[in-house]
């Protein structure tokens, strides 16, 4: 069993591509979760007092 040296180093263009994507896909969900949580505290008083609101009036 050989290894072909030069198809190898051939194909580290491609994986550096997909490595890339990887990275850059999970760093826009780890952003987009960041987002979402920020949001969330922003408007999470505004979503309590409806809750609470709505308690109050069922009987």
Not at 23 to 37: E, K, W
């Amino acid at each position: 069993m050989s290894l072909n040296v030069q198809a190898f180093l051939d194909t580290l263009p491609i994986m550096g591509k997909g490595m890339a994507g990887i990275f850059i896909v999970t760093g826009v969900i780890i952003l987009a979760m960041i987002l979402l949580r920020a949001c969330h505290m922003c408007f999470l008083p505004l979503f309590q007092v409806t809750f609470h609101k709505r308690c109050e009036v069922l009987p």
